[in-house]
């Protein structure tokens, strides 16, 4: 159903580029009649007021009495209308009589026939008698022919008459050349109401504004679809921060303004930049009806536009809709959104469709997300062959995802070229993974620079590996401003890091006052606090620890639970001495028992002293055995001297 009504939007939208395309031959004919109005060429306003068939009458009997007027607008009507055969003999009569734009519009009309040249002669004849839509045509003519110089003489006369047509050509060619002067006649063609003019007016000023530099410092901005154009309110880009803004800022409210007077007239791709213009800013419903206009005049990237907007809206059905005509226009970018929502419902087959269909149309987004799902399915060949041809293509992100697959494969030599090449591109993973490769070569060196790269680029686990270097070299300031980074980014183990740090420079607790307030938690606990609500357990032990020193039982309690459930036997043997010391004894030795048997001495050293209160002492001999076999030194040997305790006990 979806797809039918598409179907009938895009029949309705092609009968309107028909009818557009008829208006501009119009426009043509007109702009003649309309230039000499001494002579007087009445059809425009007759056309207006009149029935055309009513008009047409009246000139037929107007021209049979002589009238010259009226000769030449019935043959303007006839050319308007496509019947050359009729207009030819009204217009030639008209010419003959002097009239000049009967003689440009027969000219048009031996164009028409393929009489480029006769055309030509009758477009001079008109010109020299001061017709401007003539002197366009001719200055047309010559720059087809390759005589540039003649061109620019005519289409000059044209312009300086005040013809848009005229003017824009003119600027058109002075443009081509560089000419400096061009944008005086796009101005003045675009303040006639010529919208490609406007449009392409509102491109220079805006690439002017953001392109130029204004600082030592300063870089240019391109512009496509205009991704880097900033607010007409605010600051340009690339300004100097001393700089002044207001010539920038104006020349990009002016760009607007002809973006929104080209967009007004329907043209589409002014309407898409001001859409996008407008969502940069922020404001989306408006861009939205802008996106809107230029798609349904056909414009593939509104509709994809339109699409992302209706998306981020929270519409996904709507934004299928745009999507799916976008693609059908062979828009790369909304086939590959098409793929990617198919597959985040679990619709691989049509995900995978519409991939390759990207991918046709060129984008290499397309070829990289087949990588993606063939990976995905373990198709490990096809996932590497779409990672190569993303990646040959410039994608970066699959350059590092071949190399990661060739490093899975055992092939390093082969992987290192593609994550240099990722890294350089700017792949932030692609530094990373050159980190892990070279430290794994015992090349610290290197990986420390590959490290720092990714890391300045806010790579978390990177800027962990560079604060673990900085501690390595006793750098406690470096190692602490990217174990900062990088617990901010969310690692519990630079959270964790970073707390030991903070904790090392805790000044000694001092002995416990009675009735003294609770002491606050310190940042190093926060920072514990954060790591162990991650499940990293040495932070939950460490927790458990400062818990108990404020006399938070529960607190401690809960933490060395923790711990001890994920298999930390750290936390085990703490939950035990907290038990102990509490008189569950029983479920302390529990916890003991897990603890030794993961390779705790200590716990083991306890159990061999509850076993010997108990008398029992061939099992408190053997946790002895564990615990001087687990040590440490001095566990060892206390344990050695229990057990030979013991002995003499069982031999007594």
Known sequence: MVFMGDRATLLETGRFVQR????????????????????????????????????EARHRRAAERGDLASISALGAMLLRRGDLDGAEPYLRA??????????????????????????????????????????????????????????????????????ALGAYALADLLE???????????????????REAAYRLAMALERRATETPRGPHATGTRLPVPEAVKSAAGAAPGAAPDGPAAEPVGELAEAEQWFRQAAARGHRRAALHLGVLLEQRGELKEAGRWYLSSAKEGEARAACALGFLLRDAGDEESAAVWWLRAAQDGDGNAANALGALHAARGEQQTAERWYRAAT????????????????????????????????????????????????????????EPWFSKAAEAGSVDAAFNLGILHAGRDDDRTALVWYERAAAAGHTEAALQVGIAALRDGDELTAERHLRCAAGGGSAEAAFRLASVLDARRPEPGPA???????????????YERAARQGHRRAQVRVGMLAAARGDLAEADRWYR????????????????LLAREGSEREASLWWTRAARAGHGRAALRLALLAARRGE????????????????????????????????ELTA
């Open 617 to 648: 002492l061939t099992e408190g001999r053997r946790w002895c055995a564990r615990a001087v076999e687990l040590g440490p030194a001095e566990v060892a040997e206390r344990a050695a001297r229990l057990s030979e305790a013991l002995h003499q």
């Open 562 to 577: 923790e711990a001890a459930e994920a298999g930390s036997r750290n936390g085990a043997f703490n939950l035990g001495l």
């Open 176 to 194: 081509h050349r560089g000419d400096v002067g061009a944008e005086r006649w796009l101005r003045a063609a675009a303040e006639q109401g010529h």
């Open 513 to 527: 006052v009675l009735g003294a307030s609770r002491e606050e938690k310190s940042e190093c606990e926060e920072w």
């Open 94 to 163: 008209a010419t003959a009589e002097g009239d000049r734009a009967a003689a440009n519009n027969l000219g048009v009309l031996l164009h028409q026939r393929g009489y480029a040249d006769e055309a030509a002669g009758w477009w001079r004849v008109a010109a020299v008698a001061g017709s401007a839509p003539a002197a366009h045509a001719l200055g047309r003519h010559h720059r087809e022919r390759g005589d540039e110089p003649a061109a620019e003489y005519w289409l000059r006369q044209a312009a300086e008459q005040g013809h």
């Open 360 to 415: 046709d149309a060129g984008d290499v987004n397309g070829a990289y997300n087949l990588g993606l799902l063939c990976a995905a399915q373990d198709r490990i060949p096809q996932a590497e062959q779409w990672y190569r041809r993303a990646a040959y293509a410039g994608h970066r992100e699959a350059a590092n995802a071949l190399a990661v697959l060739l490093l899975q494969a055992g092939d390093a030599n082969g992987a």
């Open 20 to 55: 557009h395309a008829r208006n501009a031959a119009d426009e043509i004919i007109e702009a003649a009649g309309a230039a000499d109005p001494v002579l007087g060429t009445t059809a425009v306003a007759d056309a207006d007021t009149e029935n055309e068939t009513e008009t």
